[in-house]
């Protein structure tokens, strides 16, 4: 969880615009790169990586390129927040760099932001099931918010988010130095393209676009963040059943010009798609997040309509996109 111990002896290669990020140990923001918006998505020919174009050393060639295997907690770490760093403000649901309790740094995502308590959920639902299918997601966790902490911060705009967020948050760990994906200058194998549009797909996150891949290199490696957009349906539930099967709309994905190897990837990952697994991934979703929801009587309720819902998807998968040959 310690990102500060994690990053100790790895390669300091950094280039440009990872200098630009913000640095944990001289804590000021001095700029982040965001995405060109143009009207018309880039026109990206690639061709698939060629295998010498990896540079693994001779017999250390790993099974999966660029997929880490992930330490799994059976329930998410609980922080207290100590001190408030420093907003992202590039995040819509402004987002911020806080230090815990266990002098970790994590992204924070409020409850009171605009998007949500949902989006929290979200966030833990696909997260956790990404992890849980060997996709490289930064560790997440609960962190409770004393609203005190609001006095000593002076922009209003944060101090009402912080006043309006008493209580638990999502935290996930902090990468330092990661910098964002940029589809026309980054490339990712076909294999773990597949493995990444296939779960985009499965949770409906429309979310992972050349617009805004929500996808970050840390130490060169990509890592998934940002799906509070996944799982439309639980804003609507009794229409929920009707989009089941609604094909994925894929054309806008980050990925999809890398020739991602869906049919592989729906192999692999749907029959890892169990009632244990979602039961599981929905177990780590706080009982205060599930109450009031309409038609539910119960936390457990919701639990059991987002694992019915997952399982008849991974079951009847006629929502995966047709790819462009
Ligand atoms: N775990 C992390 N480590 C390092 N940087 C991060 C991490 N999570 C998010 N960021 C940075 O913060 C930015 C905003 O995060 P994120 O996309 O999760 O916020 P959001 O409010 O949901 O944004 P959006 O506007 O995309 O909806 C990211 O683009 C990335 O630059
Ligand atoms: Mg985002």
Known sequence: MDTLDRSAGEPTTL???????????????????RHPTTLN???????????????YPPGNQPQKPHVTPHKINPVLHNLTLTRYIAPLREGGSLPAIVEADDLGTYVIKFTGAGQGRKALIAEIITGELAR??????????LIHLDPLIARAEPDPEIQELLRASA?????????PHSIGYDPTTHTTDPHLAG???WLDAYTNNVDRTWRNPNLILWHRKPYLIDHGASLIFHHNWPGAPATLTRPYQAQDHVLINDHPDLKAADTALAPRITHDLLTEVTRLIPDQWLTDEPGFPTPDDVRTAYTDHLLARATNRAWLPELPR
Not at 15 to 33: I, K, M, N
Not at 132 to 141: M, Q, S, Y
Request: some cysteine; overall charge negative; hydrophobic content about 35%.
């Open 167 to 175: 209580g638990l948050n999502l935290a996930m760990d902090y990468l």
């Open 195 to 197: 493995h990444i549009l």
């Open 132 to 141: 849980r299918l060997d996709l490289p997601v930064p560790e997440l966790a």
């Open 15 to 33: 280039c440009v615009t990872a200098l630009l990020t913000w640095d944990h140990r001289t804590p000021e923001f001095t700029g982040h790169q």
């Open 41 to 55: 998505p880039p026109t990206i020919h690639k061709q698939p990586p060629k295998k010498s174009d990896l540079h």
